[in-house]
């Protein structure tokens, strides 16, 4: 041994050893810090933006040099966070892309001329076409529109004073009056007020039971569902929770789903 040779006792080799170990634990603790601090500035940009622009990557370039970081241990963080954002981004895709029937399912009695005019704005039908199709609710208002519209056009009616139903688009499937309760639905979180963040996450967890980590994926990657096929009144209870605490939600009948996949 080295330490034989230099003819040095256990009682001098002892403290330089310690010191040495001391310095590379040191070492390895400020590293695995810089590796989180990468971690988390990583996480924002492509929760800000999944991909990533020139000068984003260009940021975490200089980052990565600044801190020291190997390439090997960049991937290692990298390739788990850019998987799971790719499914959040490909679920919010698939809302954002899907279309929408909006219905009109009633009004209240002193409100019809109000629902009237709102049906008309939205439709552009004449008086006598859009009088027929009040009274004869339930009745499709908008068919096949991108889910802005069809929010926006059931805030419309609502204000007015008439009640609204939303469905993913199906042309196979007809509205049918007498089924309305045994209909099943997702429950779409849009967003939330700004300081109410904390709020919609807790109720988000309440209602799905996702831990700390993926239920704040979801409310920072609406529009996200919450819920998907349950009943109405499970649907309507889990809107008014959210909303309570600051959640813009929107309730969607899925003509996709079988009653048999009720939940």
Request: net charge negative.
């Amino acid at each position: 041994m080295l330490q034989e040779l230099l003819g040095l006792r256990d009682t001098d080799v002892l403290p330089i050893k310690q010191e040495v170990e001391a310095q590379l634990a040191q070492k390895s603790e400020s590293y695995q810090q810089n590796l989180a601090q990468y971690k988390q500035v990583f996480t924002e940009a492509i929760q800000r933006e999944f991909t990533l622009n020139q000068q984003a990557l260009q940021d975490l370039e200089n980052l990565q040099r600044s801190l020291g970081l190997k390439d090997e241990d960049i991937t290692r963080v990298e390739q788990p966070l850019l998987q799971q954002a790719e499914i959040i981004y490909q679920e919010k895709v698939e809302y954002e892309n899907k279309t929408y029937d909006v219905i009109l399912q009633g009004f209240q009695a002193n409100k019809k001329i109000a629902v009237l005019k709102a049906v008309r704005d939205l439709t552009g039908l004449a008086l006598k076409e859009a009088k027929d199709l009040v009274e004869s609710t339930p009745k499709l208002v908008k068919k096949g529109i991108d889910l802005k519209a069809a929010e926006e056009a059931q805030k419309l009616i609502e204000v007015a004073g008439g009640k609204v139903v939303v469905r993913y688009e199906s042309s196979s499937v007809i509205w049918e009056e007498d089924e309305t309760e045994d209909k099943i639905y997702d429950v779409i979180l849009q967003g939330f007020q700004a300081d109410k963040k904390i709020a919609v996450l807790k109720a988000v967890r309440d209602l799905t039971g996702l831990a700390l980590k993926e239920a704040k994926d979801l409310v920072e990657s609406t529009p996200k569902p919450v819920k998907k096929a349950i009943n109405r009144k499970a649907a309507e209870e889990a809107k008014k929770l959210i909303e309570v605490k600051g959640g813009k939600v929107l309730v969607i009948i899925n003509v996709n789903y079988q009653h048999s996949d009720l939940r």
